[in-house]
């Protein structure tokens, strides 16, 4: 409700209308128009209103005539046609110009803080004077002077005032207010609430539930009024997992976010929320239940292999992966056979879109992540163009990892595979009674075994160097050994650009002896990434510049 304050002027006069015709002689000083000068009085049907030189009657509702004011210094008659006598208040005068002031919503609402204002005008239009105009605020209805206030310039207009040192979580009253020479005029009452501190989220529906792994996130509507510092998701295969069990770690501040979820233990039911972390703690969002699978995931062989002392196991894919750029839709796919690599026979070493390739620099994923370079096609540009989410020191995780893709023979599902780490890779390498140089179909290699490999299966010679020690036709691995889930590296070479820009790029078949590169997840120092290096004496985790294009092969959690 917008309430006014009028200055006082003698504006009007009390008289008596008789049956008939009446004088008016009340004098006037502003030219009215009949229903502004009669005010709230009702003329009824035969009512006249006669000057010196026309007159005017009532009919239907309206005043009817050529005339239809009143004129200062002239006279009037009135004709009531009531039969009986009747009080009319007569203005004399325009009303006086009043003080309208509205009151602002209040906006950019913090837990201590918020902005208001208003606007102080004129009901006519005339100049008013208005000394002082502002806001005043309180925990209690219809706040005043008594309470909270800021005032600030004299003058009609809008203004814009910041209110600070706010209880948080308190609700609040305000009230723009004008100061005239006749008083003080309110707005109406506008109410608002400081933030509590605590965000407002939501749990994003789960999908791409795999045997290990499953895609979630969330959605932070409202950070509280404090920022929020961390988020992501939490598991557990208990009811209401908190941060202390298995999390996420996806970023900061408001808006959606996604979440990889892997370490899952297959046939397993969990309950997984998003949460959010601010200075004032933290907030879960609703909480949805899972269960993984529990069959050997498409595209992965048959076979378990122990990758760290905790005694956690993984399934390793049908084959190297592969970017197929050539399709008029690229898709990525592992090797339909174990041994199959492209080489230097697709073109691969050219920065062309629309080339094959099983060859990469470290996480070009396809995604953007956050690294200069990220396509698959983007290899040996410079070292530091390849940091995972804009961080040197940041490990292949989620979209960064190749593992994060739709593979077409691997489950057709985004999120479902990884790299292993180095310490992995070095961990399943360290067990030299289930390693073996071979050649397998004419391809020189390594030979994975899995842990319930039998030896009465195949006889291997573990201790050799030499790939020719074990010399494997591709029916004998098909029909012996793929079968009990034995995995085959092969020594498929590398990119390389001596400039380091991608204009001379060479592939190379490793040397004398088929060398072989295969990329782990883990960083090494800030121009490189940790490899599995299979060359002619044996096997080795070392570090390398992270442009190089290598081998991938992935891996899925038991």
Avoid at 43 to 71: E, L, T
Avoid at 91 to 101: D, E, H, R, S, Y
Avoid at 357 to 364: H, I
């Amino acid at each position: 409700m917008t309430m006014g304050s009028y200055r006082v002027f003698a504006q009007s006069v009390t008289i008596t209308l008789m049956p008939g015709w009446n004088w008016i002689s009340v004098p006037l000083m502003d030219t009215l128009d009949f229903e502004t000068a009669l005010g709230s009085f009702t003329p009824v049907a035969g009512d006249m209103i006669k000057s010196q030189w026309s007159n005017a009657s009532y009919k239907n509702g309206q005043w009817r005539g050529p005339i239809s004011q009143f004129y200062p210094g002239y006279g009037y008659m009135y004709k009531s046609n009531r039969p009986m006598p009747v009080m009319l208040t007569f203005n004399v005068q325009q009303p006086a110009p009043q003080v309208v002031v509205t009151t602002s919503e209040p906006v950019d609402i913090t837990t201590n803080s918020a902005t208001c204002g208003g606007n102080v005008a004129s009901s006519n239009g005339d100049f008013i004077s208005v000394t002082h105009k502002g806001i005043c605020w309180s925990t209690t209805l219809n706040p005043t002077f008594n309470d909270n206030y800021i005032e600030i310039e004299s003058g009609l207009g809008s203004f814009t005032i910041s209110m600070n040192e706010l209880t948080i979580g308190t609700t609040y009253y305000i009230r723009a207010f004008a100061v005239t020479e006749n008083g003080t005029v309110y707005g109406d009452q506008k109410a608002f609430t400081t933030k509590d501190g605590i965000p407002v989220l939501t749990t994003a529906e789960i999908t791409n539930v795999g045997r290990h792994g499953a895609i979630c996130g969330g959605n932070i509507t409202d950070d509280g009024g404090l920022s929020v510092t961390a988020r992501g998701v939490c598991w557990s295969t208990n009811p209401n997992p908190t941060i202390t069990d298995s999390h996420t770690d996806d970023g900061t501040g408001i808006g959606d976010f996604i979440s990889c979820i892997n370490g899952l233990t297959a046939n397993t039911t969990y309950n997984v929320r998003a949460y959010a972390t601010n200075s004032a703690g933290t907030v879960y969002g609703s909480e949805i239940s899972i269960t993984t699978d529990s069959l050997v995931p498409v595209g992965a062989i048959n076979g378990l292999f122990t990758i760290n002392a905790n005694g956690d196991q993984v399934y390793f894919s049908q084959g190297n992966l592969q970017y197929i750029g050539s399709a008029s839709t690229p898709y990525w796919k592992f090797a339909d056979n174990q041994w199959d690599y492209f080489g230097g026979d697709t073109g691969q070493a050219s920065t062309a879109e629309n080339i094959d390739r099983d060859l990469f620099s470290w996480g070009t994923s396809g995604y953007n992540h956050g690294a200069i370079c990220y396509q698959p096609w983007q290899n040996c540009f410079g070292n530091t163009n390849y940091y995972a989410y804009s961080n040197p020191s940041l490990n292949l995780y989620c979209q960064a990892d190749w593992g994060y893709n739709v593979i077409s023979n691997g489950g057709n599902l985004p999120g479902q595979w990884r790299t292993l780490t180095s310490e992995e890779w070095g961990y399943v390498i360290s067990r030299n009674e289930r390693v073996a140089k071979a050649i397998v179909n004419g391809i020189k290699g390594v030979i994975l075994l899995p842990d319930n490999w039998d030896v009465e299966t195949y006889q291997l010679n573990y201790n050799s160097g030499n790939y020719a020690s074990n010399a494997i036709s591709s029916a004998v691995w098909i029909d012996v050994l793929e079968p009990v889930g034995a995995v085959f590296l092969p020594s498929a070479g590398r990119l390389y650009s001596y400039w380091g820009n991608g204009s001379d790029l060479t592939y190379s078949p490793g040397g004398f002896d088929n060398y072989g590169w295969y990329w782990s997840s883990s960083v090494g120092t800030n121009t490189s990434a940790y490899v599995l290096y299979i060359l002619h004496t044996g096997m080795q985790i070392k570090d390398e510049g992270r442009s190089f294009a290598y081998s991938v092969r992935l891996v899925q959690e038991y």
